[in-house]
């Protein structure tokens, strides 16, 4: 049997599933490892001869729900009380 239409009637199983850290259909059921993230690895899997899947997966292509918020809270030395700096004070 080659690799083309007769083969295609026999694959009917998973060898991926769902990644719980990166979301993408890439963990491997039975080596449990992701593919793509390389979870459970501590470290996410990244190669430098993919530029372009690491520009993709970078910091700020997400929300970044904490670090957008740096550069304001920077300027004012990190100082979260609501005391008021005017001269009359």
């Not at 001869?49 to 670090?67: H, N, Q």
Request: positive net charge; glycine residues 10%; charged residues 30%.
């Amino acid at each position: 049997m080659g690799k083309g239409t007769g083969s295609f009637g026999k694959r009917r199983n998973k060898t991926h599933t769902l990644c719980v850290r990166c979301g993408r259909r890439s963990f491997h059921l039975q080596k449990s490892r992701c593919a793509a993230c390389g979870y459970p690895a501590a470290r996410t899997r990244k190669y430098n001869w993919s530029v372009k899947a690491i520009r993709r997966k970078t910091t700020g292509t997400g929300r970044m729900k904490y670090l957008r918020h740096l550069p304001r809270r920077f300027k004012s030395n990190f100082r979260e009380d609501n005391k008021s700096t005017g001269i009359w004070d």
